[in-house]
């Protein structure tokens, strides 16, 4: 695809025209700010403009004058993908939403109706001003957009029990290209009427319309969780208590951290985690009264059959959350330690342990320091893979391991990404996943939608 590279102010200037005053920014010093997302991916393009939309006219307005100027658009929420798909690319216009920000909660309707730039947490905290609840937590819901959430089809810690953003997605609108507005879906629970496109759109990363609208399904506020934590001398035996747990039942949340992400919080946040341990694990029941405790105990009780060296829990809901914070702040920690690259392996649950040590042997061939954390309850795992910018060898060998842990997960009945998306870091192992006749498919949808494939060109597919 070739884009019209020189655009000449007068095109600008139209559309400056269509937006409304301060919705446009030219000046380099503020767009350099909407060049990168978290991949800390080395290189995005430049953009020739940034257009901060507030109202779904605005978008319609952008892609219309992109469509006629062939000008890429690059959709961005908050900017926090680790996969590359807010990177700019050359030449684009940026469309941030982060001016969308509106919620509306319908509490006898158990919805919500939130534009998107609005916070993940901020539609939490909406909803449970009405004793209601926005289930999906990825570890960044004070910093992601639902836009993006919903571009991602993003996932979190709560999702082994209470499923993905496109669980609660009951419809969206979305800007095409061309600057036509759907609405896909609606406010109804059920809802079978045609094919299911709204679907089709959440996870679509950007590349077949910009979302300005979604309506999410609430549920009543969960009673307090009761924590667990267990470590272990090894991964191996922390994943066959994976194993266990998964089968006995479904907790709230599910989730382990290797020694290397132990050591980098402990470092960070001097919490009292025991530093040589093998591995940690995590687990949560919110079932509340005796069913969460009787959920809990059978938790301790497959971690002590597998040797655990220690076992403690909570009832204590501050206490527990702090462990649970202690597992949010892992991608910071280790960032301390170097330049991340974010791995976002799947792969069923019976081969966790497989997985985990085989990330081990890729770290020492590759030579390269990987720490492994990870929503084991869903076997999404997140090797970050931890190099020296600076060190041409070090990128090399990191690159290499990146690469490595997505082969490795393939082999082992996986996916190369459980919830950060394809982006443009993980395109050139897509096809290995799907299939070449799927990737022909999807690019036929991509030609139906965008047909002069202007929307984030180079991501996804
Ligand atoms: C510390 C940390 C922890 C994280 N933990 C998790 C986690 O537990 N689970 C998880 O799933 N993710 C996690 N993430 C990744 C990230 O927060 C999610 O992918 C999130 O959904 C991205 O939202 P965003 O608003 O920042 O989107 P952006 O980064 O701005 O964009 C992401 C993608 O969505 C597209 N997009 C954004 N808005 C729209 C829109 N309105 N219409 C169409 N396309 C759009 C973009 O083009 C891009 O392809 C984490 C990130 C960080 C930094």
Redesign the pocket.
């Given at each position: 695809m070739t884009f019209a590279g020189d655009m000449g102010g007068s095109a600008l200037d139209s559309l400056a025209k269509a937006l409304p005053p301060g919705a446009l920014l030219t000046d380099p010093d503020l767009i350099e700010g909407y060049r990168f997302?978290?991949s800390n991916a080395a290189h995005a393009g430049k953009p020739v403009a940034v257009v901060r939309t507030t109202c779904t006219s605005d978008v319609q307005e952008t892609l219309r004058w992109a469509s006629a100027n062939r000008i890429p658009v690059?959709?961005?929420?908050?900017?926090?993908?680790?996969?590359g798909?807010?990177l700019a690319v050359d030449g684009c216009v940026v469309?941030?939403?982060e001016k969308?920000r509106a919620i509306t909660i319908d509490p006898p309707a158990g919805l919500a109706v939130v534009q998107?730039?609005a916070?993940?947490a901020e539609v939490k905290a909406s909803a449970r001003a009405h004793g209601l609840w926005y289930p999906?937590?990825?570890?960044?819901?004070e910093?992601?957009?639902?836009?993006?959430?919903?571009?991602?089809?993003?996932?979190?810690?709560c999702?082994v029990k209470y499923g993905?953003?496109t669980d609660y997605v009951l419809g969206i609108e979305?800007v095409l290209a061309d600057g036509r507005a759907l609405r896909l879906g609606g406010r109804t629970i059920k809802d079978v009427a045609g094919y299911d496109l709204k679907r089709l759109?959440v996870g679509?990363?950007?590349?077949?319309?910009?979302?300005?609208e979604a309506t999410l399904r609430l549920r009543p506020l969960p009673p307090p969780a009761v924590t667990m934590v267990a470590t272990f001398a090894d991964v191996g035996s922390a994943g066959r208590a994976i194993s266990t747990i998964a089968a006995q039942g479904r907790p709230a949340a599910l989730e382990l951290m290797d020694q290397t992400s132990v050591q980098a919080v402990e470092a960070r946040m001097h919490m009292g985690l025991e530093k040589q341990c093998g591995a940690l694990l995590l687990g949560q029941s919110d079932a509340g009264g005796d069913r969460a405790a009787g959920e809990v105990e059978a938790m301790v009780a497959a971690c002590q059959a597998e040797g655990a060296l220690d076992v403690a829990w909570t009832d204590d809901e501050s206490e527990g959350e702090q462990f649970m914070v202690a597992r949010?702040m892992a991608?910071?920690a280790v960032e301390a330690l170097g330049t991340v690259l974010?791995e976002?392996v799947g792969v069923p649950i019976p081969q966790i342990a497989e997985l985990v040590r085989g990330v081990e042997r890729v770290a020492d061939r590759c030579e390269t320091t990987i720490a492994t954390i990870g929503?084991a309850g869903d076997g999404n795992f997140?090797p970050l893979v931890v190099f020296d910018r600076s060190d041409e060898r070090a990128v090399e060998r990191a690159e290499r391991a990146f690469g490595e842990v997505m082969e490795l997960a393939l082999a082992l009945g996986g996916t190369i990404t459980?919830?950060?998306?394809v982006?443009s870091l993980k395109r050139p192992w897509l096809a290995q996943r799907v299939g070449d006749d799927v990737m022909a498919i999807t690019r036929q949808i991509k030609s139906i939608f965008d047909p002069l494939g202007i929307l984030?060109p180079g991501?996804?597919l």
């Open positions: 997302d978290r690059v959709p961005r929420g908050a900017g926090t993908g680790l996969a798909g807010s469309l941030s939403t969308m998107p730039g916070l993940n999906p937590d990825p570890s960044s819901f910093i992601c957009s639902i836009g993006g959430n919903v571009a991602t089809n993003a996932g979190g810690l999702c993905v953003t979305v759109f679509s990363e950007g590349t077949l319309g910009v979302v300005t949010r991608i910071p974010i976002d929503h997140h459980g919830e950060h998306g982006g984030n991501k996804a």
